[in-house]
């Protein structure tokens, strides 16, 4: 039933078109399968996103309530502390409750500031019971172990993380994780703090230890999409939750780390791709931010999903859009085969049929199918006047040969005058190819003879007069050569014997400098004498001149004693006035006393004492006139001897100031003369710098000649490889006489400072010597 060729037009054509359809299913149903895979795979990322955002939900409930609670304990305390209604009982049954009503809580503190919270840390030295550390600060601590709530103290750590975070701040913060290893089993704990105010001032630093192992227990038991896993990362990027027990509270290394910072740092989600499992199944990883609230810290939540949950749906869909495919790319070949026989292989044997009767010289049978109004008629009728084209080839056929032939001589003729001219120009391509070895080789006189035929003329005569200039324009340039050492040569002569008279010039210029600075130093050394003289003459006028009122003031002093010894004389005369009075006063009393019998006793004795006091009194202010009254003397004595003083001071003081103006005038004279003579010195150092720097120039110049001389003798040597006229080499004529060394100077001469500095001098600009052989 299916006779099927393999050759045939109908089997290439349902081949071809079966190929098409297979490949444009294929094309359809891999971008079908993308498209489904791309989807399957977002519908899988938005429910990791949602997963991951319901855990991070849940930690952060977790934490935010015990933030919650250590938040409102410290506000507690902190308000009772500033109305005065807490003491230490107070404050340890307060941190004990949340401990117990919060099963994360590990253990609630409190960190008051030294010998701030009640100022009785000297009374609570140890009183554990109290809350009393070694120093007597409060720091309660309530833990909750395995075996019940327990009660302890700690030591103030002031600089520890805890209490830095929250007391720099002045809000909630959450310290990095650690493990605790006080309860005989490592458990994860981070600290949750807050400050404590009273009045306006920190009282402290309080706040609840996570159990972080309680959390991340109950973390890693979820298991999204089956057999996926939740893991957990820490502000500082360490492992809380872990893909195996031994990287627990280490950093996260290895691929996505960048990822990892950059969520911690933005709070951005990032995706980590194509991870493996232990077992090598590969995976993606979610990476989702988690703020925690009011402790000012963030972790990640990782949710890591299985290619497997993503390929297992989309190779379900693959599979049937496959079967479908072969369903119906195998119905459409069936339909294609019957359209085929019918249409295209019938009509097709036909016409095959008839090419074959022609194609064995009969021309004379028709085509058939010409009848039919599709491809193959028009086969038909093209066929037909092919046919009837052949019949005419025929006669043409005589006529072709008879022209192939005359086509077959022209060529031959065209060949032999193309050998003719490619023999000459071979000919011709050697004689220019010899003439150009000897230009090569040097010899200038060479020139092309023998006959060039036609238009290959031009080149021979070019060729001749390149040469002929060539050669005079080398003859010109031996003679320069000549001319240019000979100039040079001269030239370095002259620069040695300037040299030589410059450096003898140099060297009379800086012994004069030399004599001339010591003559400026011995003048300024005589100034600066001049100048310390009259200053000292003039702290001496000036200390005269205090000396005087000095004195003006010691004898006003003294008159004040005077004054004041005066005045003391009158006060003694009262107070002698005073015991005289009092003495009798004490005789009238002596006297009633006695009138008044056994009851004035008593008051007769006070008298008697009354008595010998102003008795007393009376003698003193006697001894102390008569002291006064010497003193007085020798004060007005002194007052005479320090005025005289002041008066000598006066005269010493006026011929300090003649002694003074006469050293300043010469001081000021000397100072002109130094003035001067370091303008002569500083012109004479000029004078021996510009003629250092002119006998260096010359160096330099005498060297540049040299190497000028030298490379003219190179280019000497490099005219001479050409041979003119007759044969001989081009020769330049040698310098008359060699170059002479600079002359070595007679005296010590002081060189420019770099080599290879510029000097300039008058204007004109001379090179160093490593700039001439650069040049």
Request: net charge negative; glycine share 8%.
């Amino acid at each position: 039933m299916f006779n099927i060729q393999a050759k045939s037009l109908a089997t290439k054509l349902i081949a071809v078109t079966g190929s098409t359809i297979a490949i444009v299913m294929l094309a359809s149903n891999f971008v079908l399968i993308s498209q489904s895979e791309d989807r399957v795979e977002r519908l899988i990322l938005n429910e990791a996103n949602s997963e991951a955002r319901a855990i991070a939900a849940d930690i952060a409930g977790a934490v935010g309530e015990l933030a919650g609670a250590a938040r409102s304990t410290m506000g507690i305390i902190g308000t009772g502390h500033e109305a005065g209604r807490l003491d230490r009982k107070s404050v340890i049954d307060l941190l004990k409750v949340n401990v117990e009503r919060n099963d994360f809580a590990f253990g609630s503190w409190f960190a008051a500031e030294k010998d701030i919270f009640d100022g009785k840390a000297a009374e609570f030295v140890g009183n554990t019971e109290f809350g009393g550390a070694k120093d007597g600060t409060f720091n309660p601590y309530w833990t909750k172990r395995a075996d019940g709530i327990t009660f302890s103290t700690f030591e103030s750590e002031y600089d520890s993380e805890f209490y830095q975070l929250a007391a720099r701040s002045g809000k909630g913060a959450m310290t990095a994780p650690y493990l605790e290893t006080g309860t005989g089993q490592a458990i994860s704990i981070a600290s949750i703090a807050y400050p404590v105010m009273s009045n306006g001032k920190l009282i402290g630093v309080g706040g609840i230890d996570v159990r972080l192992t309680t959390l991340a227990e109950r973390v890693s038991q979820l298991k999204p999409f089956g057999s996926g896993r939740v893991l957990v990362l820490t502000q500082s990027g360490k492992w809380l939750v872990a893909p195996q027990p031994d990287l627990l509270m280490k950093d996260y290394e290895g691929t996505g780390s960048e990822v990892i910072k950059d969520a911690l740092a933005s709070q951005k989600i990032g995706l980590i791709s194509d991870l493996q499992f232990d077992n090598g199944a590969s995976f993606d990883r979610v990476v989702y931010p988690v703020a925690l609230p009011d402790v000012n810290a963030t972790w990640v939540v990782l949710v890591d999903i299985p290619h497997t949950v993503i390929n297992a749906p989309v190779k379900d869909q693959t599979f049937m859009m496959v079967i479908g495919g072969l369903i119906v790319l195998g119905a459409v070949l069936v339909g294609l085969w019957v359209a085929v026989r019918r249409y295209v292989q019938k009509p097709l044997a036909g016409l095959v049929s008839d090419v074959e009767i022609l194609s064995q010289g009969d021309y004379a049978h028709p085509v058939s199918g010409q009848e039919r109004s599709d491809e193959t008629g028009a086969v038909a009728k093209a066929l037909e006047g092919f046919r009837h084209q052949l019949a005419d080839a025929r006669r043409l056929e005589a006529e072709a040969e008879s022209h192939r032939q005359m086509s077959e001589t022209e060529r031959n003729r065209s060949e032999a005058e193309r050998q003719a001219a490619s023999t000459v120009q071979r000919d011709i391509v050697a004689r220019l190819a010899d003439g150009l070895a000897r230009l090569s080789a040097g010899e200038l006189c060479y020139r092309l003879d023998g006959e060039f035929p036609g238009e290959y003329a031009k080149i021979k005569t070019d060729f001749n007069s390149a040469m002929a200039s060539l050669e005079e324009t080398i003859q010109t340039v031996n003679a320069s050569v000549a001319n240019i050492g000979n100039g040079t040569n001269e030239i370095s002569n002259g620069a040695a014997d300037l040299s030589h008279r410059t450096e003898q010039q140099a060297a009379s210029l800086e012994e004069t400098a030399a004599a001339l600075d010591e003559l400026t130093s011995q003048v300024n050394s005589s100034a600066d004498n001049a100048r310390i003289a009259a200053q000292s003459v003039a702290i001496a006028s000036d200390d005269a001149g205090k000396s005087g009122e000095v004195v003006q003031k010691a004898i006003a002093a003294m008159k004040g004693i005077e004054k004041s010894s005066a005045e003391i004389s009158n006060i003694i005369g009262v107070i002698d006035e005073i015991a005289f009075q009092t003495n009798l006063l004490a005789l009238n009393a002596g006297v009633e006393a006695a009138r008044a019998g056994e009851a004035g006793k008593g008051f007769a004795v006070v008298a008697q004492e009354v008595r010998e006091l102003a008795q007393r009194s009376a003698n003193a202010a006697k001894e102390i006139k008569n002291l006064i009254n010497a003193s007085e003397t020798q004060v007005r004595e002194g007052v005479s001897l320090v005025g005289n003083a002041g008066d000598a001071l006066h005269k010493i003081a006026d011929q300090v100031m003649q002694i003074n103006e006469l050293i300043r005038q010469i001081s000021s004279s000397a100072s002109e003369q130094a003035v001067g003579l370091k303008e002569i010195n500083s012109a004479v150092n000029q004078m021996d710098q510009v003629t250092q720097q002119n006998a260096a120039m010359v160096e330099e110049t005498t060297a540049a000649s040299v190497a000028l001389n030298e490379e003219a003798k190179t280019l000497q040597s490099l005219v001479a490889r050409f041979r003119t006229e007759r044969g001989q080499p081009v020769v330049a004529r040698q310098p008359q006489r060699p170059v002479q060394a600079a002359a070595q100077p007679t005296a010590p001469v002081r060189r420019p400072a770099p080599a290879r500095a510029i000097l300039q001098v008058s204007g004109n600009t001379a090179l160093a010597r490593d700039d001439w052989e650069e040049f």
